[in-house]
């Protein structure tokens, strides 16, 4: 029953550093390092993960903004890097992206309605004579108001930007809405609104959402299922429930303990994590969290674990760690000086 | 990067040939016959022919052009119809010259034309402004003659403080720099000021300002180095033209240069010293791109060549 | 200080000037080869002069005086045999001999077609030339030809070492272009010797110490590239330079009202004319020639364009030239008479026409003139300026109306004031651009060139002007004159009518 | 959720033509912008001149009277007499339109076709941008004059042609100028961002790239029309352009040449005139650049 | 408010409008609040309300068409808003230092990180480029980037979003500022390196007495960092209280309703998540008495008249007419029972 609308399969995508005066490649960044997942029609897949660890490149990568160094990306069936240029335009209006940067991704010379217009223009959503009303209702949509039409990007504040960059995405009525920190820099109210409203889409229109955040709060409420990323490596893979409540990556379990309460009595025992953060310049052999990870062997700095279910996970819960089953059992015991 | 470099060296001799066959070609094209030209108004068709015949200019074309390109990849340009002298000295005799003058009249205008440019586009919409303006719009509209003729007239005659012809000693290039200098800064401090104005409003600015970096510092290192792409290729170009067409400064304030030497050549139908010229030149514009294109990507790292 | 037309002649009989000093020449354009042979360029010969002697020199007034000949004759019996008799004791620069041997080849290398000089067309009537012993020459010519001597004084004649010719031939079977050698170190007999050139800037030359005849006074001479008048003039004015040549008619008033800077007029054996296509309608009937001849104030033309530098011409010869008329009748300026000739050819509503030019400022100007007065008379006369290369060969092949072009007699010769502009055997590049075809003026062209008598060379060039004055192929408007701009130091100074400038008296005080 | 937020706004505005909108804000910040305003004016007035200009001057532009030559100005002359006697005042009125159709049609001509090269070179990059302006390097460094010569030949004198050749060696300069400026913004994100939507090239390089290099390009043209004119006299001397006795300025300017020290003015207006009109360009050009761009204050 | 600790900054009554081609934008229109020494407050609010032009109006950073018309911005009991350009410079940076809401297009895309951070030791301190670099690598290390000697040297455009805005942070701490202004600082991190981050600060403001000015969205950084909060809403500061009541005992509407749209992340909620009906009014149709009004639930007559910031005993703020005297509405009404979360 369920379709398979985005295939991943291994993707890969390294960036060359350049280095001395004449910019010789010295070194790559391997930001997403080899990495596959699935996701079905209608559901809201959350990456989340350390920031640098590659969630953006990603997102960019599927819909070939930066072409992937390598690995295979299948939307609706279809090999998307296999496309030609016009084949890929017209794919675009089945999936869309709202950048992490909302002042960045919009042309500073172009007013609301010209971005949004435009938008109209190059997938002829449209007839001309309906877009006015189209854009209206996009903009209340998004919780702008009618007398901000005709405003130029820098006359909106951070979260209004986000809001044009978030219809823009809309208005093409796309399947696949990848949305990089998409409400990170609204207010809670507003924020409220857009979800809801990105739901209701859901639900209506079987909308399908890669969903990119640091904040867990929103990804529980949203997503179906939720990646965890370390480090350009998928950590863990889970349904939201399982992910939550039964976290098995050390990683995923620092994560989660680290999410601020908005109770300020309330004093958490955070897993603080040791060690220096690795780059993705020269990865950590073996699991890339070991250098952080309270319960490394010698065996995680020279085996790399692969993602695997156990008994205790439910179904499509997959983590990547050697010594899921030794933790659970509290045999292991976290290493903390 | 040396790869880039390298590419781009390689790049030259599809350029060097191009060149050359359209130099060629046109040459043909264009009446006017240098025996004839050599004769002046009178000369009997014997004659003519006979220096046509000595020229080699009555093999077909494509002889001529493989035997001029075979010796050129040699390094022999041939010698002067004209003069009979060396194509390769006449050219190196004066290449210095022109590079010099060439290059003191860039650092000139760069010098004058950033800051006219950058004071502008501070007090934008000032007097100051309209001034500075005015002044580089004059500077441009003038024709070097003019302003040559004039600063002689000024310079050298009535105040005695520079010479009014040559090439070689300070007191020879301050005027004919100054002329050349001039249309260039007028240019720079335009082009400076109007990108100057697309940049201090950007967002990056204000973060210099509130790290409470002094103004200065935030126009001259923050905002000019984001504003110098438009400002570099007009330095480009100004200095490859220079290299290539000073003929009127060359004339006003008598220096040997080969913008006079390529013209004269012209006229005179004096083909191979107009392909040596010209080759010499346009080897000269594409590594003076070549830099430009370097320039580029020291400015901003996100310009991409390869 | 102005200074007249002929003080210039007087300065020579001035007071001594000290010896000693180098003096500087503006020249408007570098010399285009030391080789006399090689160039055909006032510039050039401007420099050559000092270095290179001829067999005959000219004076001011143009009358032909021993130069490394001392005499010569025309044989009276076959008019096509001439006997120059040579100089002893003259030794060339790089110390070689001059001699018979020397004029051989000095001769045979311009008639060479390898060489290709473009002076050539000035000796090609010589077909031998017999070395009858060291001293003594012998030409044998075509066909009677009176004015070798007159055409061996020119410049082209000068003399080149002989070791210096072999050492060019030497270098030309290397693959080298002829006179390359010669070029770069021009060795002849005259009064300075070559130092260096520095090409497109500067010519320096020294004083020949051991001069056949009375040493140079100047230590040396540097000529130097000037080509724009303004700074020619400033580099007077601020003396870093002796001499302008030349400066520009507009200068004039203001040298002369410096008061260190003089200026003199030298009358020239040039001529500036507007040629007819006489082979196009409407200028193949003669009385619209006329009618245009009639129609232009040349004097209005002369102090408009020129700032009265010239004296109108009549002609195609100026009054210096040998067979010069002073009978022969103006068309004269008379604007009626040039409607109604108009219209007695059929264009009593004037017709539309091109005029070209090169792109000389001062042609231009005349074509601006000129096409004013024209259109008094109804003629509408689009100026087209054309580049010189672009000029010279378009105006050959006949494809203009009208155009302007000027004529230097530099030999002072009728016949080369007329032959190559009339001669029906000189159409196209040789230098009738008026493609005038006339039976008679060509008998009275050949006619005069064969003669050996003076007199009746003059009138046979009599008949031929007023044949030509008559047909007005052309429309003959002035014989300028040549300015030169000079620092009052300089004293000495000659120049000829032929726009050379003498140096050997000069001293700068 | 609440149904408010989402549905379209109760105070819907009047329905507008948002292209119209936003010319009509353009149009508004230029009209407030008095330098561009004035710069404007006085292009429109010297349109008009250049129009009926002709039919009003004092006297006749090609009327040679040598006896007023070089005359300095006067209540008879007010910008003098040229080395031909004519009245420099009717000659300018005359040149006008010559003058200004060479100016701005050969900067405009080459300003277009150089933008859309330099914009296609800097956006494809790689093979593109190196085969295009390596074509762009020989024809900046090859001899003009070499160039004009042979369109005379073969398309013989005309002002057309001259505008020509004016325009074929301006192309490269806006060519390089454009691509320049089109590297710096073509990895910008917000072109990204359309990508993303599925534009075109055409329409990312005209709707996005192109209004991001208007601000030199805007410089270029407008001091290019001073270059132009220049130029252009240079050429008239070997037949291309306008022929004596036309009264286009620059060749007016190249005529004082000769005469600049004892009758500057021969030079000296027709050279005012030019740096007039260059002003004005400029002026306008500014106001444009301001009108042009959004963080400008209205 | 407690008013027996030192005050490092005083807004008062502070108003910065936009002169745009149509008409005044009131971006801020009579912000007061004040900062003690050495304590954190947060202000919420709104998207667009103001929040960052207040921050930048503090700084005196406002471009044209703004500019602030009106109020005082008293920095240790000196008006900033009439310094000379020159005095601010000192401040800017050294004392009052700013991180911006925009880490892409706020970071100079032609200068490496390093050369920006270090800049401010530059200027401030007087450093030496290497040093200079030496202590940028510091900084890049105390905000958690991996592998700071690298990054140091790479530019803004080749790092991910929470890097620039770590780099933002890094520039903003350099020189040890007395008042740190936060605009929404951790948006762009993830929340271990959030924790890390808000550690950091803490630490300064511990070792220094640093102030901090935080603008944020996230209301469980302003429950764990804060001392104070202040609301905002349509570019007025609706109600000021400390951060234990503002949580327990919200009392403007507005603020209860924020608290209300908050996903949880501890549990999981199923339906839609609450909102505030209707939307911001615009410039043009704003209200002339209680901007929440038209979406306040508890709306009456006096609404329709501009409530005053009236404090309380314990320094707590509130502009809203139910906590008045003249409240006309329900007498009953408890705001606070309407929380949800
Ligand atoms: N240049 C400008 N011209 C006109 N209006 C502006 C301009 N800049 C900001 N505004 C307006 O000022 C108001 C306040 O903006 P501000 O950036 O302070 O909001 P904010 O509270 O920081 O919001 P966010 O949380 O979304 O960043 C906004 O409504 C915005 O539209
Ligand atoms: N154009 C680029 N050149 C070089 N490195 C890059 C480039 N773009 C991204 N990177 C690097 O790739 C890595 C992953 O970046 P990415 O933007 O995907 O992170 P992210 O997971 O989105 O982080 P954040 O949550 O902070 O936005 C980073 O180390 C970044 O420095
Ligand atoms: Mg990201
Ligand atoms: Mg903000």
Redesign the interface.
């Known amino acids: 029953m369920k379709k398979e609308l985005l295939k991943v399969e291994n993707l890969k995508q390294y960036f060359p550093i350049k280095g001395g005066l004449l910019g010789r490649t010295v070194n790559h960044v391997k930001a997403v390092d080899d990495i596959s997942f699935t996701i079905y029609e209608g559901e809201t897949v959350s990456i989340v993960g350390e920031s640098g660890c590659g969630k953006s490149t990603t997102g960019r990568a599927i819909l070939r903004l930066d072409e992937p160094t390598a690995g295979k990306v299948e939307f609706d069936g279809e090999d998307l890097l296999s496309l030609n240029k016009s084949e890929m335009r017209k794919k675009r209006k089945d999936l869309q992206i709202i950048f992490q940067d909302p002042y960045a991704s919009i042309n500073p010379r172009q007013t609301v309605r010209q971005v949004l217009e435009e938008a109209m223009i190059i997938q002829k959503v449209l007839p001309k004579d309906k877009r006015g009303d189209r854009i209206r209702e996009l903009m209340a949509t998004v919780g702008l108001g009618a007398h901000q039409i005709d405003r130029f990007p820098h006359e909106f504040s951070g979260g209004q930007r986000q809001r044009v960059g978030i219809a823009r995405a809309l208005t093409v009525d796309p399947k696949l809405i990848i949305c990089d920190e998409a409400v990170s820099a609204l207010d809670v109210s507003i924020q409220a609104q857009v979800i809801n409203l990105l739901k209701r889409l859901q639900r209506e229109f079987q909308l399908t959402y890669l969903f990119i955040s640091h904040d867990l709060g929103v990804v529980r409420h949203i997503s179906d299922r939720v990646i965890v990323m370390y480090l350009g490596r998928i950590v863990e893979i889970a349904d939201k429930k399982s992910l939550f409540t039964n976290p098995q990556h050390p990683y995923t379990k620092a994560l989660l303990s680290a999410i601020p309460s908005t109770d300020p009595e309330k004093k958490k025992d955070r897993i603080i994590l040791q060690g220096d953060v690795p780059s993705p310049i020269n990865p950590p052999t073996g699991c890339r969290f070991h250098t952080r990870c309270p319960f490394a062997t010698e065996k995680c700095k020279t085996d790399t674990p692969e993602l695997r279910t156990t008994d205790f996970m439910k179904e499509g819960h997959q983590s990547a760690c050697h010594y899921m089953e030794e933790i659970k059992a509290g045999t292991r015991e976290p290493n903390y000086v | 990067m040396i790869k880039f470099i390298i590419r781009r060296l390689i790049q030259t001799i599809p350029v060097l040939i191009g060149v050359s066959i359209v130099v060629f070609g046109l040459m043909f094209l264009i009446p006017g016959d240098p025996a004839q030209i050599i004769a002046g108004e009178s000369a009997s068709q014997q004659q003519i022919e006979q220096m046509r015949e000595r020229l080699g200019l009555n093999d077909p074309i494509p002889v001529q052009y493989w035997n001029f390109i075979s010796n050129a990849v040699q390094g022999d340009l041939g010698s002067s119809i004209r003069s009979g002298r060396d194509v390769t000295s006449e050219i190196m005799l004066r290449f210095w010259t022109t590079v010099e003058l060439a290059l003191y009249s860039t650092i000139l205008s760069v010098f004058l034309g950033l800051i006219a440019g950058v004071i502008s586009a501070t007090r934008h919409n000032t007097y100051i402004d309209s001034g500075i303006m005015l002044v580089a719009l004059l500077g441009l509209s003038m024709p070097n003659f003019w302003l040559g003729l004039m600063l002689i007239k000024y310079f050298a005659v009535d105040f005695g403080m520079f010479s009014a012809s040559g090439w070689g000693e300070f007191r020879q290039m301050v005027l004919p720099v100054i002329t050349l200098g001039t249309s260039g800064a007028a240019v720079i401090a335009r082009m400076t000021r109007s990108s100057m104005l697309e940049v201090i409003g950007q967002d990056y600015i204000r973060t210099a300002r509130a790290k409470g970096v002094k103004e200065q510092i935030v126009i001259y290192r923050h905002a000019l180095k984001n504003a110098l792409i438009p400002v570099v290729t007009v330095v480009g170009l100004s200095f490859g033209s220079l290299l290539g067409g000073t003929v009127i400064t060359e004339q006003v304030f008598a220096i040997n240069g080969m913008g006079r030497l390529m013209i004269d050549a012209i006229l005179a139908r004096d083909f191979p010293i107009v392909q040596g010229t010209v080759l010499v030149v346009s080897l000269l514009f594409v590594l003076v791109n070549l830099l430009v294109d370097i320039a580029y990507r020291m400015l901003n790292k996100r310009i991409d060549l390869d | 200080a102005g200074n007249d037309t002929n003080e210039s002649e007087d300065s020579t009989a001035g007071e001594e000037g000290t010896a000693g000093g180098t003096l500087i020449i503006n020249q408007s354009s570098d010399a285009v080869s030391l080789d006399p042979h090689g160039s055909n360029d006032t510039p050039s010969s401007n420099v050559a002069y000092n270095i290179y002697e001829a067999l005959v020199v000219q004076d001011q007034e143009l009358n032909l005086l021993p130069g490394l000949a001392t005499e010569w004759t025309q044989d009276e019996e076959d008019p096509t045999r001439w006997e120059f008799q040579l100089r002893e004791g003259v030794t060339f620069h790089d110390g070689s001999d001059f001699n018979a041997e020397v004029v051989k080849a000095n001769i045979d290398r311009i008639l060479d077609e390898d060489v290709a000089s473009p002076r050539s067309f000035l000796y090609d009537m010589i077909v031998e030339i017999n070395v009858i012993d060291d001293y003594t020459v012998e030409f044998i010519t075509e066909y009677p030809y009176a004015p070798l001597a007159a055409n061996l004084a020119h410049n082209g004649g000068g003399m080149i070492s002989k070791e210096l010719i072999e050492a060019d031939y030497a270098a030309m079977e290397e693959g080298r272009e002829p006179g390359a050698v010669i070029n770069e170190g021009p060795i002849g007999t005259g009064y300075f010797k070559f130092e260096n050139w520095n090409p497109g800037q500067e010519i320096n030359l020294t004083r020949n110490e051991d001069y056949w005849g009375e040493n140079a006074k100047l230590d040396g001479v540097t000529f130097r590239v000037v080509s724009e008048p303004g700074t020619r003039l400033a580099n007077l004015q601020t003396g870093d330079a002796h001499i302008s040549h030349p400066i520009i008619p507009s200068d004039v008033g203001q040298v002369e009202a410096i008061d260190n800077l003089e200026v003199t007029r030298t009358p020239s054996v040039s001529l500036s004319y507007f040629g007819f296509n006489v082979e196009k309608e409407p200028f193949n009937d003669v009385k619209v020639r006329q009618a245009v001849s009639m129609a232009i104030n040349k004097d209005d033309i002369i102090n408009g364009v020129y700032d009265g530098a010239g004296i109108p011409a009549i002609g195609p010869l100026a009054p210096a030239v040998f067979g010069y008329s002073e009978n022969a009748e103006p068309i004269p300026y008379d604007v009626d008479r040039a409607k109604e000739l108009l219209a007695e050819a059929g264009y009593e509503d004037g017709f539309t026409t091109t005029l070209w030019t090169n792109d000389s400022p001062e042609r231009t100007n005349a074509a601006v003139a000129v096409q004013a007065q024209l259109a008094e008379i109804g003629i509408t006369v689009n100026i087209e300026v054309l580049e010189w290369g672009a000029y010279l060969e378009q105006t050959s092949n006949g494809e203009h109306d009208m155009f302007i072009l000027g004529w230097s007699t530099v030999t002072g010769d009728g016949d080369y004031g007329m032959y190559a502009l009339f001669h029906s055997s000189q159409h196209g590049t040789p230098g009738n651009r008026t493609f005038i075809d006339n039976a008679e003026l060509d008998d009275l062209l050949d006619q005069a060139r064969r003669s050996s008598d003076e007199q009746e060379r003059l009138d046979l060039y009599e008949q031929a002007q007023e044949i030509l004055i008559e047909e007005a192929p052309m429309l003959y408007i002035h014989h300028q004159e040549f300015l030169l701009g000079y620092r009052s130091e300089v004293q000495g100074l000659v120049q000829t009518p032929t726009d050379i400038l003498k140096l050997n008296e000069v001293t700068i005080q | 959720?609440?149904q408010?937020?989402?549905?379209?706004?109760t105070?819907?505005?009047p329905?507008?033509n948002?292209r119209l909108?936003?010319w009509k804000?353009f149009f508004?910040?230029l009209r407030k912008n008095k330098?561009a305003m004035f710069g404007g004016i006085l292009i429109l007035f010297f349109i008009i001149v250049a129009i009926i200009g002709p039919y009003i001057t004092p006297y006749s532009p090609?009327?040679?009277n040598?006896s007023m030559?070089l005359a300095p100005p006067s209540a008879d002359h007010w910008f003098g007499t040229d080395?031909?006697?004519r009245d420099i005042f009717s000659r300018i009125i005359h040149g006008m339109k010559i003058t200004l159709s060479i100016g701005f049609v050969s900067v405009f001509a080459s300003a277009i076709i150089g933008t859309i090269i330099g914009i296609i070179s800097g956006y494809y990059?790689k093979r593109t941008d190196?085969i295009i302006?390596?074509?762009m390097?020989?024809l900046?460094?090859?001899?003009?004059?070499?160039?004009a010569?042979?369109i005379?030949?073969?398309l013989g004198?005309s002002i057309e042609n001259v505008i020509i050749a004016v325009a074929i060696f301006s192309i490269p300069?806006f060519a390089?100028?454009v691509?320049?400026?089109t590297?710096?913004v073509r990895?910008?994100?917000?072109i990204?961002?359309?990508?993303?939507?599925?534009?075109?090239?055409f329409?990312i390089i005209f709707?996005?790239i192109l209004?991001?290099v208007t601000?030199?390009l805007?410089?270029?043209t407008t001091?290019s029309i001073?270059?132009a004119i220049?130029t252009a006299s240079g050429l008239?001397?070997?037949?291309l352009g306008a022929?004596?006795?036309s009264p286009e300025w620059g060749a007016m300017?190249?005529?004082g040449?000769?005469?600049?020290?004892?009758a500057g003015h021969v030079?000296l207006f027709p050279?005012m005139m030019?740096?007039i009109v260059?002003?004005a360009f400029?002026i306008f050009g500014?106001g444009l650049?301001?009108a042009?761009?959004?963080?400008?204050?209205? | 408010m407690s008013t027996n600790s030192e005050t490092i900054l005083d807004v008062r009554n502070l108003q910065t409008s936009f002169f745009t081609s149509e008409l005044e934008v009131k971006a801020v229109d009579g912000v007061s609040f004040k900062v003690p020494k050495g304590k954190t407050i947060g202000i919420v609010g709104e998207s667009g309300s103001g929040k960052s032009i207040t921050s930048l109006s503090i700084l005196r950073l406002i471009q044209n068409p703004g500019k602030v018309v009106g109020g005082e911005v008293l920095f240790n009991g000196e008006n900033i808003l009439e310094k000379s350009e020159a005095q601010m410079r000192k401040i800017r940076g050294n004392d009052i230092s700013m991180i911006f809401q925009e880490p892409m297009t706020s970071l100079n895309p032609v200068y490496t990180v390093g050369q920006q951070i270090g800049e401010a030791f530059q200027i401030h301190e007087k450093l030496g480029k290497k040093e200079a670099i030496k202590k940028s690598i510091d900084m890049l290390k105390l905000v958690g980037i991996p592998s700071p000697e690298k990054r140091v040297h790479q530019y803004p455009f080749e790092l991910s979003g929470g890097m620039r805005q770590r780099v933002m942070i890094a520039m903003a701490l350099a020189c040890n500022p007395k008042l740190l202004i936060a605009d929404e600082p951790t948006t762009a991190l993830d929340v271990t390196i959030q924790a890390q981050i808000l550690e950091l600060m803490k630490d300064l403001q511990d070792r220094l007495g640093m102030s901090i000015i935080m603008i944020t969205h996230d209301l469980g950084v302003v429950a764990e960092t804060c001392d104070y909060v202040a609301v905002m809403y349509c570019g007025k500061v609706v109600e000021y209280a400390s951060v234990k009541d503002l949580f327990n005992n919200p009392r403007h509407p507005y603020t209860v309703g924020l608290l209300n749209s908050l996903p949880r992340h501890d549990e999981d909620v199923e339906g839609e998540l609450e909102i505030i009906p209707g939307s911001v009014p615009s410039p043009a149709e704003m209200p002339t008495g209680c901007r929440f009004a038209p979406r306040c639930a508890y709306a009456s007559d006096i609404c329709k008249e501009l409530p005053q910031l009236e404090e309380d005993e314990n320094g707590n703020q509130i502009r809203c007419w139910i906590y008045s005297e003249e409240w006309d509405g329900d007498p009953e009404v408890n705001v606070y029972e309407k929380r949800t979360t």
């Not at chain 4, 408010?4 to 706004?9: F, G, L, Q, R």
């Not at chain 4, 042009?292 to 209205?298: N, T």
């Open positions: 959720m609440s408010e937020v989402n549905t379209p706004s105070s819907s505005p329905p507008v948002p909108e936003s804000t508004k910040k330098a090609n009327q040679v040598y030559k080395h031909h006697g990059g190196a302006m390596r074509i390097d020989v900046l460094a090859f001899p003009g004059i070499l160039l010569l042979a005379v030949s073969v004198p300069v390089r100028i691509r320049g400026s590297l710096s990895k910008l994100e917000y990204d961002a359309v990508k993303a939507l599925g534009a075109s090239d329409r709707k996005h209004p991001n601000s030199p805007i410089v270029q001091l001073a270059t220049l008239s001397f070997i037949g022929q004596p006795p300017l190249s005529d040449r000769s005469y600049l020290y004892q030079a050279g030019i740096v260059v002003l400029n500014d650049r301001d042009l761009d959004p963080k400008m204050k209205a």
